[in-house]
């Protein structure tokens, strides 16, 4: 099987090997398991070395065919996107003509122009993995909602299964709900919550990228209010991100070196012994897909505290294996306390998001992509 992937993913070259952003590359990785030949169409330089967080792409037969990035965000962007573009779409039509599995990453700008070419092949197999917010009622992009109207149109989007996170009761054949998978079979273990000890710091997580969208701002505050309420607390972030300088600003005002820890960019193997390690999870992002940091939170029974975005409500059972809040630090450092103050509470929420998310394994995940391939 030949099989294409476009996508908008910044890929990186070292050598002979391609690296881009890890989640993605491991998703990709056991995709490639049941195909022979490999093309992806995206962005490509040369330029960058791979981050800690990179992983390489594993196929013996992949060709690359690399396409500017580009975006519609100032005029200078609009008239070079408007210059380009023609090659792009020609190379996307180009390389959907070959294969035998055309595979979308959505949403995003090269999502959306194979979107658009996907149209004029309706007998060929298709894909999407669809990573955003699908919910109807969230605020998105126009072109987020154009990628939504095409992709579930069934007159449009023909042999095209769309992988999209929650169920939204939306009744076009083409939509599929699927989840994603940061851990395997043999990685499950009956992982006790922690326990509150008097001597001993409460322990916060944040995972992700330190941007506005992400807010881990509301973290940090979090980590200042308990700490004014005498408790000792000590909060994690791991990410890089452009509110990095801001974070450290607001360590030195309020005096938290010994609360407040960055730690940017980190491996797998770190990421996870930090879940074992902590209580809760504080992530009050503006939008999400589905969260693999709220998945794999509670797979080392560590509590989310998030807020309902997307899928997030189903994710956590409405509330009865981790906390809905909104975007207020009172509010989330309230519910903390609270569930320090419940440990039996805290404790029940762990367990419960434990056993549901250790449903979530990679080979769960590889089995459903096989059903994906063979349709």
Request: hydrophobic share 40%.
């Amino acid at each position: 099987m030949r099989f294409l992937i476009i996508t908008h993913v910044l890929h990186k070259k070292l050598g002979k090997d391609f690296f881009a952003y890890g989640p993605y590359v491991k998703e990709m990785n056991l995709w490639f398991d049941h195909v022979e030949e490999i093309t992806v169409v995206a962005p490509l330089t040369n330029l960058l070395s791979p981050d800690s967080i990179d992983l390489h792409l594993e196929h013996s037969k992949i060709n690359f065919h690399p396409v500017p990035e580009f975006d519609f965000i100032s005029w200078k962007a609009k008239f070079k996107t408007l210059i380009s573009l023609p090659k792009i779409f020609y190379t996307v039509i180009s390389e959907i003509r070959k294969a035998d599995h055309i595979h979308l990453r959505c949403p995003g700008n090269m999502g959306l122009v194979a979107s658009f070419a996907q149209i004029f092949f309706p007998a060929k197999i298709k894909s999407a993995k669809y990573a955003g917010n699908w919910d109807p009622l969230s605020l998105q992009p126009g072109t987020y909602r154009l990628q939504q109207k095409i992709l579930s149109n069934e007159i449009l989007t023909q042999n095209m299964q769309v992988m999209v996170y929650g169920d939204w009761g939306t009744k076009s054949r083409n939509l599929v709900s699927f989840f994603t998978a940061s851990y395997s079979e043999k990685d499950r273990e009956a992982i006790e919550p922690r326990v509150f000890m008097p001597d001993q710091p409460i322990q916060l997580i944040f995972a992700g990228s330190l941007h506005p969208a992400k807010n881990p701002m509301i973290s940090c505050e979090v980590a200042n209010q308990l700490s004014h309420k005498g408790l000792k607390v000590e909060l994690h972030l791991y990410g890089e991100g452009v509110q990095r300088q801001e974070i450290q600003a607001f360590i030195e005002n309020n005096n938290l070196k010994e609360a407040i820890f960055l730690h940017g960019n980190v491996k797998a193997d770190i990421l996870r012994e930090a879940y074992k390690n902590a209580h809760f999870l504080i992530f009050a992002s503006e939008s999400e897909g589905w969260p693999k940091v709220v998945a794999e939170s509670m797979f080392w029974a560590c509590l989310p505290v998030t807020t309902p975005v997307s899928c997030v409500p189903q994710m956590i059972g409405n509330g009865s294996r981790g906390e809905l809040v909104s975007k207020n630090s009172q509010e989330i450092t309230n519910r903390v306390c609270a569930l320090i103050q419940d440990e039996s509470l805290y404790r029940a929420k762990c367990l419960a998001a434990r056993d549901w998310s250790q449903t979530y394994t990679l080979e769960k995940f590889d089995s459903e992509i096989q059903k994906l391939l063979a349709k």
